[in-house]
């Protein structure tokens, strides 16, 4: 019956964005672009030689099973990971898409997650960020 097969595990298939948001000190690369060897139909051209500090990045949603594909990086526009023990929730936006995190259902979550004691969210397009709160205070990367 197929209500009893397992649903496939994620993949991040021709998402790719934490390739474009994430900066790779070793190539040179900064956050926001797009990595000169990567291609989302073709993916990284050199994962064999690739250098160590371009590491293995899982986003949360990856990591997540109650996140559902609507939260998807790709459908979502902004990638999510933690830093601080994950008591600090970075939301980190597509510059093309800077207020997508805005739309819904998203908002609502990110504010949620924001006021739930001992967690900081962090929403960054670029180096320009806002903390959301009761009001939302700007933040700038260090
Ligand atoms: S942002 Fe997440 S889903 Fe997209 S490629 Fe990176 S790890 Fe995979």
Known sequence: MVGELNP??????ACGLCRKLMGVTALDKPAGRW???????GGCAVYETRP???GVFNCLWLLTDALGPERKPTAAGFVLHSEQGAARLIVESDPARPHD???EPYQSTLRRWAAAP?????VFAGRRGVRPGAVDA???RG
């Open 35 to 41: 990595r000169r060897h990567f291609s989302r139909a």
């Open 8 to 13: 496939p595990a994620k993949s991040c298939g």
């Open 138 to 140: 700007d933040v700038r």
């Open 52 to 54: 160590d500090d371009c």
């Open 101 to 103: 995190w805005r739309r």
């Open 118 to 122: 001992g967690m900081e969210v962090l």
